[in-house]
């Protein structure tokens, strides 16, 4: 069995490499990363890896021939998520060559997890998948933002979110120089996946990936994707950097979240230097130690504890890492 991933990968140069060294100790075979518009020396940072494939993210003209991906090819100059979709279609294409069996798409801030407390071993996972199974969904955990500076988070942060909405934040508008209540998780909850690369599924978008004539996959939704979205000041910074001229709707033509358009226009249009983004970080989307006890004893009703805990404590990639030589 091969397993290869694919990564679209804007200035992640702070995550990219140990990503990388992650999964192929986990059991990646093959990794595609394509670069969109990125100002950093992250292809650099990677160029020893022999087990990567390097490329720009791909031109709409590629596959404007294709009816079934318009689309993406008809927004890619206006929409990441379309670059991207064309970049996993890509990909399948290179795995169909190569005679690998599944690709996994998932961002330079997420790692694929099978086992919470064992490091985990994608070729053993998915030798328990069944043979007439399309996709495998990975349900999202998002991290737990406790430190204002990591050096390199998969290494040091085990607290991740469970659920999206079981507690609110009150969060600064430095526009309307008041308070609006925010969930606590800042991500996608949409999950990431797997696709067997014989079953010739395109995306739908991101997320989600169905046959050509629209037909939905057969798929299981098991094992989790770690999403480290704006772990700490800098990253929280550099995302909606990257976000600067995101629109205010997704490929869906449904509009993004109030709290992504908040946070990028506080980065870019706020008139903050980079010192008081930093504070604004910490003191409206980081969590303090009180927070922290808050969130791990869970929920009660009626002194009774409900399920699952909001936090869950994810001890496998801190021990992969040990391993890691960077």
């Given at each position: 069995?091969?397993?290869a991933?694919?990564?679209?990968?804007?200035?992640?140069?702070?995550?990219?490499?140990?990503?990388?060294?992650?999964h192929?100790?986990?059991?990646?075979?093959?990794?595609?990363?394509?670069?969109?518009?990125?100002?950093d020396?992250?292809?650099?940072?990677?160029?020893?890896l022999?087990?990567?494939?390097?490329?720009?993210?791909?031109?709409?003209?590629?596959?404007?021939?294709?009816p079934?991906?318009?689309?993406?090819?008809?927004?890619?100059?206006?929409?990441?998520?379309?670059?991207?979709?064309?970049?996993?279609?890509d990909?399948q294409?290179?795995?169909?060559e190569?005679?690998?069996?599944?690709?996994?798409?998932?961002?330079a801030?997420?790692?694929?997890?099978?086992?919470?407390?064992?490091?985990?071993?994608?070729?053993?996972?998915?030798?328990?998948?069944?043979?007439?199974?399309?996709?495998?969904?990975?349900?999202?955990?998002?991290?737990?933002?406790?430190?204002?500076?990591?050096t390199?988070?998969?290494?040091?942060?085990s607290?991740?979110?469970?659920?999206?909405?079981?507690?609110?934040?009150?969060?600064?508008?430095?526009?309307?120089?008041?308070?609006q209540?925010?969930?606590?998780?800042?991500?996608?909850?949409m999950?990431?996946?797997?696709?067997?690369?014989?079953?010739?599924l395109?995306?739908?978008n991101?997320?989600?990936y169905?046959?050509i004539?629209?037909?939905?996959?057969?798929?299981?939704?098991?094992?989790?994707?770690?999403?480290?979205?704006a772990?700490?000041?800098?990253?929280?910074?550099?995302?909606?950097?990257?976000?600067?001229?995101?629109?205010?709707?997704?490929?869906?033509g449904?509009?993004?979240e109030d709290?992504?358009?908040?946070?990028?226009?506080?980065?870019?249009?706020?008139?903050?230097?980079?010192?008081?983004?930093?504070?604004?970080?910490?003191?409206?989307?980081?969590?303090?130690?009180?927070q922290?006890?808050?969130?791990?004893?869970?929920?009660?009703y009626?002194?009774?504890?409900?399920?699952p805990?909001?936090?869950?404590?994810?001890e496998?990639?801190?021990?992969?890492?040990?391993?890691?030589?960077?």
């Amino acid at each position: 069995m091969k397993i290869a991933l694919v990564i679209t990968v804007k200035n992640e140069v702070r995550l990219l490499r140990n990503n990388l060294l992650y999964h192929k100790v986990i059991g990646v075979d093959k990794v595609f990363v394509y670069f969109d518009n990125t100002t950093d020396n992250g292809r650099e940072s990677i160029a020893d890896l022999d087990f990567v494939n390097v490329s720009n993210s791909v031109s709409s003209d590629t596959y404007v021939s294709l009816p079934y991906l318009k689309k993406f090819t008809s927004q890619a100059a206006e929409h990441h998520t379309a670059r991207q979709c064309l970049n996993t279609y890509d990909a399948q294409q290179k795995c169909k060559e190569e005679g690998i069996d599944w690709l996994i798409s998932i961002d330079a801030d997420e790692l694929i997890c099978t086992d919470f407390k064992k490091q985990s071993d994608l070729k053993s996972f998915f030798n328990t998948i069944p043979k007439d199974t399309e996709l495998v969904d990975f349900t999202t955990l998002e991290v737990l933002q406790q430190k204002e500076n990591y050096t390199n988070v998969f290494a040091e942060e085990s607290n991740f979110k469970v659920n999206k909405q079981v507690f609110y934040l009150p969060i600064k508008n430095p526009f309307s120089k008041s308070k609006q209540k925010f969930p606590w998780w800042y991500g996608h909850t949409m999950g990431k996946s797997a696709i067997r690369v014989a079953a010739n599924l395109i995306p739908h978008n991101v997320h989600r990936y169905r046959h050509i004539d629209g037909t939905s996959a057969k798929r299981v939704v098991k094992g989790n994707v770690l999403h480290y979205h704006a772990y700490d000041a800098e990253d929280f910074i550099k995302k909606f950097t990257n976000f600067s001229d995101r629109p205010d709707v997704f490929l869906s033509g449904n509009k993004v979240e109030d709290l992504k358009l908040l946070l990028r226009d506080v980065v870019n249009n706020s008139g903050m230097n980079r010192q008081e983004l930093e504070n604004y970080f910490k003191e409206n989307l980081m969590f303090t130690e009180k927070q922290v006890k808050k969130f791990k004893k869970g929920r009660k009703y009626f002194f009774i504890k409900l399920t699952p805990k909001p936090i869950k404590l994810v001890e496998s990639v801190k021990s992969t890492f040990k391993q890691i030589h960077h």
